[in-house]
Structures are given as C-alpha cells and as structure tokens.
C-alpha cells in the first residue's frame, strides 16, 4: 500500500494550495492546475489540467467539484475548465478525491475510482474546530463585552457545538448548551455546563451560538431568551432565526457561513489533507 | 401527564435509598421495601414489598433485578423476596422501572408495563462522571506520584474515555486517548489532546485507564507502553490486560468495576431517578 | 458609609459613558458632561461640567485625566475643557476618582480628597481579561491557522500572561509560556503549561505574545524561535520586539495597545466603576 | 559553575530516597545515610553518615533538619544520629542544602554554607500540586456524591487555593473561591470561577476545603455555608475550623496534613530535588 506518490491537485480555492504545500511537505510530488490568477504559489508549480492529470498518481478536486453543473469550482483559474473535461481524463486505476460533487451528475463520475472525502464524519469533526474559532472571532469583534464573564448560549451539542461550547468555557464564558437528545444533556452536564432542553429556551444570555439547521428562534424564543443579546448563527441557509423577528426586537444576527476557509484556509487545507490520507490508509492505496 | 405522583422502591442497594430520598425531595410519595438491615433509613418508611405495590402509583426495582434469576437482587432485606412474587402484584397501568432484567427470564415481565432504566444511553453518560472520579481515586490512591504533570493513556472514546480524559487534563495531566475511529481521533485532538489509534499503542505512560472491553493491552502491546506504569482497568469482566503478562512485567493493574455505587451511591442513586424522569417524560406518564 | 448617591462623571472616551450607564442602573443618579459629540448617550443626561460637579456627590475623571497637561481628556466634548477648571469648582468632601493624573501637574490635585483608580491592582487584574481576549482576537484575525492545535509562546507570566495563557489553552493551543522567577516558572506548570525561562526561549511557535515591557524579542532570540510565527506584542510602548529584526526575518508584529477600550469598552466601563466602588468600600464613604 | 558531581542524603523519609534515585537518574553520584530500616532502597547504596559527607560535594539534609533540637529527623535509621555531630563533619566549600531547621538552633550551622529549600517560594508552589491532589483525593473518599456538579468552596487564594480550585472546576465541579484582596477577586473571576469574600462567606457548597490558617469557620460561619457539607481543612494546626461547633452542627472536618509526602511522596521528592537544583543554578555551584 501506500503506492501514491503524487498528487495532482486540480481547481478550488486558496485551501486546496494549502493541501498542496503541505502534502509536498510530506514528501509527496505535487502539480497544481487553476491557481494561475492566484499572487502567492507557495513555491508549487502550476501546470494545465492536462498535465495535473497524466503526471500524477491521484487527483484532488474541489469541494465543491463544481457549482453550475458544468465547469469545475476554479476561483483562480484564468479560464473555464469544465469538470467532464477533467474526469474524462482519469486514466484506470488513478483515484479521485472530490470534496462533494455539487451539482453534477453523479453519472460523471461512472467508471472513475472516486472518493468523497466531504462526506466523511472525520472531515466534518476536525472542520469544527476552525468554524468554532470563526464564530468566536465574529462574537468579539461584534460586541462591546468580553465573552469571558459573559453569558452564553450554544444552541445544538453536534460536532460544531460540542468543540465551541468547550472554547467558550476555556474563554472564561458562563455557558449553557441546548440539546434535544436526553444522553447529549447528561454530556454537557459531565463537561460541567448548564443544559437545557432545545425545544423549551428561557433565559438572558449576551451570547447566542446556533449551530441547528431549523427554525430553533422563532419569534416566541428570541422573545424569551435573545433580548440584549447578538447572535452567531452558523447553520446553513437559511440559518435557524427568525431574522425578521429579530430585527424588529432589535437583536443582531450575524450569519457566519463557510468559516473554516474564511478564518483558516492553511488549516482547512491541512484538514482536506489529512481526510485524503485517511481514506488512502483505509482503502489500502 | 405526570400523573405518577408516588413510587414503591423494592430491593436494591444503596443506590436505591438515595434515589427514594431525591424523589420524596421532589414532592413524590415514597415507600422503600427490603431495606430492614440498613441502618441508615434517611428519614423514609420501609414497608412490606406487597404495601410497597399497593400503595403506589409506579414501582422502581434494582439493579439487576435479580442475581440469580429467582430472588429480588435485596442486599439490605431481612429475607429473600421472590421476584416473581413482586411482579405478580403489579397492577395494570402500574409501570414498573427496572434497571436490568439480569437473569431473570424476560417472561416473568409478561402483561406488565416495564421499561429498564439501566439500559437507557443518558443513564450510561450519566454515570460515566462517577465511574471516571472513581478511577481517579484510585489512581491517586494507588501511586507514589501525582497526576499532574504524569503521562497519561486513556484507551478507548467512549462515554468513560470522554468524560475521564477530560478530568485527567483537567488536573493538569498530559492526556493520550485513543481510538479506532477517525471522527473520534479527531474529537480527540479537537479537546487539546494527543491521539493514538488503539491498535498501534506505543510510548512511555505513568498511568494507563483501559476502557476498552476487550484485549487492548496484550503481551505486546504492555511491552510497547506500560513499564513504570500502573494500570486502572474498567472495562468489564475479563477486562482488557493481560493479567498474567503484567505480572511477569511488574506492572500493577487494579481492576475496578462497578464504581459509580461505591464511590458515590448518592450520585447514582439520582442518576437512576432522573432516567426514570426521563422516562416519565418521554412516555407521558 | 456609602453616603455616595450621586456621580458626576465628565470627560474621557465612550468608557466612561458605559461606566456612568452601570452606575445608573446600580441605582445611583449620574450625570455626564462632555459627551455632546457622542450619538449614543446610553438615556443619561449630558449636562455642562459646572452641573456635573455641583449636582453631584463624588467625581468620575478620565484615564488619563489630561493628556496635554492643560485639557481634560474628553474626545466626545464639543468644546476643550479645562482640567484646572472642573478641578477648582470641587467642594470640599466631594471625592474625585481619576483614571491617572497623565500629564496634569499634582500640584493641580492639592486640597482634593482624590483617588487613582488606574493605578489599583484589581483594576489592573481584571483589565487583563479584555487585553487577552483582544490578543486572541488579533491573532485569529491576522493568521491562517487556528489557535487550536497550534504552539502558542507567552512571554511573561505577569496579569496579561497568566489570563492569557489560560485562555488559549482553553481553546486548545499548546502553550508555552515563559517568566523569571523560580516560583512563576512552578506555577506555570502546576497550570499544565510548559515553561521556559524568559532569558533563554527557543522553539519553535506558530503565535507568540509578548507581555514583557523590555526587548525580549531581540535579534537573537527572533532567530531562536519566532521564524514562521506571527508575533502580538501586547508591551507598552517601544514593545518588546526588535522591529527591523523581525522585518528582515519576514516576521509579522503586531503592536496591539489599550485594548480594553477597543475591543470591549462595555466591559471596560464597568472595571472603571467595580474600581470606583472598591475604593469607596475600602474608605467607607 | 556546576563544579557539584555528588550528593550525600543524611537522613529523612521516603522523599529523600526518591530525591536521591531522581538526582543519580540525572547523573549525580549518590550515596544516602539513615536509611537501614527501609526495605525499598530504589538501588541506592546506604552509607554511614561520616561516609556520605566525606564523599559528597555537596549535602542534602531533611525537612525538618531535627524535631527535637537533638537528632536528625531520620525515621528509617536503626539508631539514632546527631545533628550536630553531621554538620561538625561539613568541609568548608561544602553546601548543605536543608529543608527547614526545625527545632534545631541557628547557632549550629554558623559558619556552614547552607540554605534551606523548604523556605523557597518555588519549592511550597510546587508543593501546592500534591496538596491539592490529596485534598481532592480526600474528598473523594469521604463523600457519596460526586465532586462534578457539586458545588465546592475553596477559602484561600494563596498557592494552594489557586491551584486547587483550578483542579476543581476541571473535574466539572461548580467553584467558588474567597479572597481577601480585590486583586485575587479579580484573577478568581478572570477564571471563570465565582468569588465571595473571605470576610462574608454565604452559600450552600457540598464540599468546603479550607486552606486559610485562621479561624475562618467559626460558628457563625458554619452555620452560614456548611449544613450538609464535608470540610476538608488543610491550614496547619489548629486549623481553620471550630471542631467543636462543627462538631455540634453535625459537619464532618477532615484535617489533611503534610500531603505530598503522604499522598506523593515520589513528586515530594523531585520537589525537592528541584529545589535544590534552583539554589545550585542560583549560587552558581
């Protein structure tokens, strides 16, 4: 095993540069292709997709591999690439890594060995950790008080809200976490935080973290638990607050999507990385 | 709902007295039954098992059930009490709380409303805390050094891995989990932690907490890691250490199971309460 | 004692303003004076200085009093004022809480009942927690990396130093920190932090934050640690970084000062008024 | 400077022979006296007292030196040995490195080159550890509840409170600390705990642990914060606590004493190493 020896690293943004260098850094030949309108290289040579596919033993695609069905998601490259271009070019035997396939056909990707490693709970776990530091990132630089001292609530105790509800308390916050499922409630107990049950939210809280993808702040809980408080909202759209409520009751929300590679593209890159070798380990190449 | 507004505590440990106790705190009526040669009483009535049926909205029975498939598990009743006998008395609509049938044949629960308490996920979280402070007695009680500043393992992220490596670094030690899965050894290192895949367990540890119910810690692996070390084993019968081999090497291991009733009844007498609330709760009760 | 029912509180930046809100909502009547510019004024009274001294029973001063020895520090004001002035109309008995008299001769203060909040301990202790959550801020905004998983290096285990690094071990960095004194270096690791003496650091750091007023950060030492970190000196100015070093070494420095009132100048008003109101328990007025 | 290659250990309990095998493990030649009646001698060759001070550059003496002004304070010796007659056989240029001079006059070390480690702030910091792990570890043992989520009182933010209560709220227990000074008010809040006046102790704590030596818990006290707690005092004598109120009100007082030596007497002893090392490097030796 461990017959891959080079990567040919194919669209994305600045987070898949950072993959790149630090895959090279572990004694892998890295290509680059689509990075031509990119200023910083990080010392990696930039090729044409061509050359990325024949010159490497696997590929690295985006996350997501492409956004409109057709061309590759290529920020930085100087022109369209199209993605069925790409994979018409797989040779047999060399593996793809694709972020998630976005809207295209999953038909593009018959008869290509190919692995998702967006969808993979370990990737999902160690992206927690930056979308746990942009959100606190957002909450100092949005307030007028300390979170240490404060009052916070983390709305959810999934993978976001277990590592943030943990740095909150390193800050020095007073947290509460909400949680539907009676064993999260006894974990946040045993982590020495106050619980409370999703479905019922009372309280006075300056903080307020929600990282569950539904309604969880409607107008009757933003009534009960958000006054004078700002809140972070970090589920995907559209978001779990009722921002028209919201704006009538005077409350702040700011809604913080995508983080990781906002706040910390080498580490989101070192994390796509390190998802690659796990699958690479576990499939034995 | 909540319409069970008195309980009858039949047989049982400690644990159970405590639980009476927190309930009555709560405002519910309570009667205690089997608990004749206990000296403390807490201030609760002890009556006959066929009174404590009687007179009761809902019946709590031990943890097992029965140790030998006949008798109430009754450590603290003046004669035996036949679990049969008991739950013949069970009126409809009378729901029975049992922690775990143990060897009773699930027969004898035939047409009676029962749930086990004692296989519910929160009621496990919940006493992974007093399992971990236990093994943490145990460690500072059986060590020339302290845990601070030690190198310690904690083979296994489950409940006990999670709630203990946490209490570990909380007291200043340097903390090694490990684990199969790659979501968890990215939890792991999300909580400022080293990880280490359990099958490849290597270095130079003062303290080593399995929590692994199988054979993590063979012949070799003891070799790889635990000279100098002492070992706190708290994975069920067998354990996970070769017993033998660690003679051979010297190194001391200290199995300790069942902790959360030795070290701290009181906690898990409310631990067994608050999943019968839950219970309550979710079943409308 | 506390015979105090009334503040005025004139000049100083939108602190003071957060201070005198804290007050009122304690219960006491306070007026402001020198907030004409201000657009928020928090529903308290802005009145002329005149008033604010003779409508009340005790004084709050900006820190620093005066900043040209001439003018009350009062950047809100639509007009300078005097410090001499206010001073000259304070009645005998009416204390003057002053942040620090700054560049106002002391001869000014003679024959006032006058009290330095900004040169008290516990002021300086609690403002501590703004300025470390202001450097963790500043170093999350100003990296690519997360503080989680990262190596962090304090230098100086002082106020700064010890909040500071408790914080970022709470969110996950190894840290480092370095001091001194024997007893500091003890305390540090009691803390499960690594120490090193400030005299001799060498490492290698992603982060490093320097609390130490004097060139810790000199050519050699910069050389000795800081290549690829980014470094926040939080030193009163010169700092305690070699800045052309650092700049031919290609090592970010970012000199981040009076961060309280930056970064969360709520929380920095009410430190001013606990401030206020120690001195007032301790002197029984 | 280091010119010191050998030590001579005269005397004391089990931390001096741990002292002794960590400074031969740090490549030291070692040689101890009053050790014949211990039967774990860790390979360390046990001499006469004239022999470890006439082939050691340097001495190491108990701590305390003598507890009755006559002997050497020497449990495992078979016979006893004379204080005097040791420091008579000190060569001049010959550290003698002393815990504390115990009940021995000053006058017997004239013209001796001694310190006493056991007065060093670093030394009682780093003993802070041990004392509060055994404090915890008695707690422990002493109670049915859990220390996670109870609610404890630490009185003291001297070393040991500071340590000890950090310790705490890692174990998930709800802390709340007394001071004095506003200044230790102010790092107690820094740190996420709750702080109360030593002055005006209220509250309801299940676990109290005293580390203030004067009577903090009298009878009013007690009767304030105490029903239903355990109190562990660890002020040297007379403690505290008024037994006998404590007693009346039916509080259970757990006097723990000299803990590391008990609890961790192998940590004790590389204090003490470490305490010596310091004066070394001090000194220049």
């Keep these: ?22 895959a090279l850094d572990d004694g892998y030949a890295v290509l680059v292709s689509g990075f031509e309108k990119c200023d910083e290289k990080m010392g990696i040579e930039n090729v044409s997709p061509e050359t990325a ?9 985006p996350l997501p591999v492409s956004k409109d069905g057709r061309q590759l998601y290529s920020p930085f490259s100087d022109k ?14 060399q593996p793809v890594f ?3 396939e976005g809207s295209l056909p999953a038909s593009e990707f018959s008869g290509i060995e190919h692995y998702f490693y967006g969808k993979r709970e370990d990737f999902a776990v160690a992206n927690a950790v930056p979308t746990a530091e942009g959100a606190i990132e957002a909450a100092m630089k949005n307030s007028d008080i ?11 105790y999934g993978r ?11 800050l020095g916050a007073e947290v509460t976490v909400s949680a539907r499922k009676s ?38 809980t933003l009534a009960d638990c958000a ?24 409350i702040p929300v700011y809604h913080a999507l995508s983080l990781p590679g906002k706040v910390a593209p080498k580490t989101a890159g070192v994390i796509i990385k390190n998802a690659v070798y796990n699958i690479i380990g576990e499939e034995g190449k």
Tied chains: 1, 2, 3, 4.
């Design 1 to 22: 095993m461990n017959k891959i020896k080079s990567f040919g690293i194919i669209g994305g943004d600045i987070r898949q540069l950072y993959c790149a260098r630090s």
């Design 53 to 61: 596919v024949n010159a490497s033993d696997a590929l690295i695609l």
């Design 80 to 93: 369209p690439v199209s993605a069925a271009d790409i994979l018409s070019l797989v040779k047999k035997g």
């Design 98 to 100: 694709c972020g998630l």
């Design 146 to 156: 300390t979170l240490a001292s404060s009052e916070c609530l983390v709305a959810g």
């Design 160 to 170: 976001i809200g277990r590592v943030l509800s943990s740095f909150l308390r390193g």
């Design 183 to 220: 064993r999260d409630i006894e974990f946040i107990r045993a982590s020495g935080m106050r619980a409370v049950n999703t479905g019922s939210i009372k309280g006075r809280f300056d903080f307020i973290f929600n990282t569950v993808p539904s309604l969880v702040f409607d107008r009757k």
């Design 227 to 250: 006054a004078g408080a700002i809140i972070i909202d970090l589920a995907s759209q559209p978001g779990g607050v009722d921002r028209e409520a919201a704006g009538i009751m005077n």
